[in-house]
């Protein structure tokens, strides 16, 4: 089974999505999905001292301007291990370009985590969980001279229309 593509696309709409974590929030290792097998493969210790600061995975079904999956943030009172499938809902969005491409980072929230199930906009969240979001995209490539630009952070509104237009990409790409 390659977790990107047979999921079931009745589990991956633009308001209720099953995410995949690929990276536990914390940690410096940064897994990719294998494109080929649909398995997690360690692509990189991070370069710098930095670690994620949530849960970090894609959006099955899902097919991006830097041509992977849809990323996404869960944020979660919990670390998650990686090749948990999340049911989540999403809150916001960090814009951002990274090697010349989109790479937007949706903000989601797992529906069955009681300590952020409550949020449902990011505004609603304090100030610095994203700052501190949109921060470590700032900085998390620098020491490998890669370039990274946080363009902006947008609202659960502006994601939900970015999973649908990435889920609409993905069947152009893959089903016809």
Not at 25 to 36: A, C, F, H, M, P
């Amino acid at each position: 089974m390659n977790i990107w593509h047979n999921i079931s696309p009745k589990r991956i709409n633009s308001d209720d999505f099953v995410a995949v974590i690929e990276i536990p929030k914390g940690s410096k290792k940064k897994y990719e999905l294998d494109k080929e097998t649909g398995l997690i493969m360690l692509d990189r210790i991070l370069h710098t001292s930095t670690h994620y600061p949530a849960n970090y995975g894609l959006i099955p079904r899902t097919y991006a301007d830097d041509n992977d999956p849809l990323d996404v943030l869960v944020l979660c009172s919990e670390r998650l291990y990686p090749m948990t499938l999340v049911r989540c809902y999403p809150i916001g969005v960090i814009r951002m370009m990274d090697s010349g491409h989109m790479d937007d980072k949706i903000i989601a929230i797992p529906f069955n985590d009681p300590n952020y199930n409550m949020y449902h906009d990011i505004s609603e969240l304090p100030r610095h969980v994203f700052d501190e979001m949109s921060h470590f995209f700032r900085v998390y490539k620098e020491l490998e001279n890669k370039t990274t630009a946080v363009n902006e952070v947008e609202n659960a509104e502006v994601a939900r229309k970015i999973i649908q237009s990435d889920i609409d990409h993905y069947i152009e790409k893959f089903c016809k």
